[in-house]
């Protein structure tokens, strides 16, 4: 099986393998999880990563918005680096090209806010 593959991305909207989705989004080896949802909108807690905590990859790619407004708060870096977990949080159009790069070199998922 191969991983997802993003093929475009613009403000608010994302095109996976074909499919549009409209709402921020979780790229998991083997599927999309969509829609996600965090506790806090412009916050990435913990509790927010518990699917992807089940099974941790190799890399977690944090989309923080177009513009970077989605924080990643020290408790959650904690958590990820606690799980073995090497975190790249960038700017969402950034985050799908590292996304797309690592792929198919390593066990990688993305955690893609869409908007701001």
């Known amino acids: 099986m191969t ?15 074909g499919r549009t989705y409209r709402r921020d989004v979780i790229v998991f080896p083997d599927r999309v999880f969509h829609p996600w949802w965090r ?3 412009h916050s990435l807690a913990p509790e927010d990563l518990e699917e992807v905590l089940r099974d941790p990859p190799e890399v977690l790619v ?6 970077g407004r989605m924080e990643v708060p ?33 066990k990688v998922v993305a955690a893609l806010h869409l908007t701001c």
């Open 3 to 17: 991983a997802p593959t993003i093929e475009r991305y613009a403000f608010g909207e994302i095109v996976i393998d």
């Open 39 to 41: 506790v806090e909108g």
């Open 62 to 67: 944090v989309g923080q918005g177009k513009y």
């Open 74 to 106: 020290a408790e959650t870096r904690r958590r990820l680096q606690e799980a073995g977990i090497r975190l790249i949080a960038q700017p969402t159009d950034a985050a799908c090209r590292s996304y797309n790069r690592l792929r198919g070199q390593q």
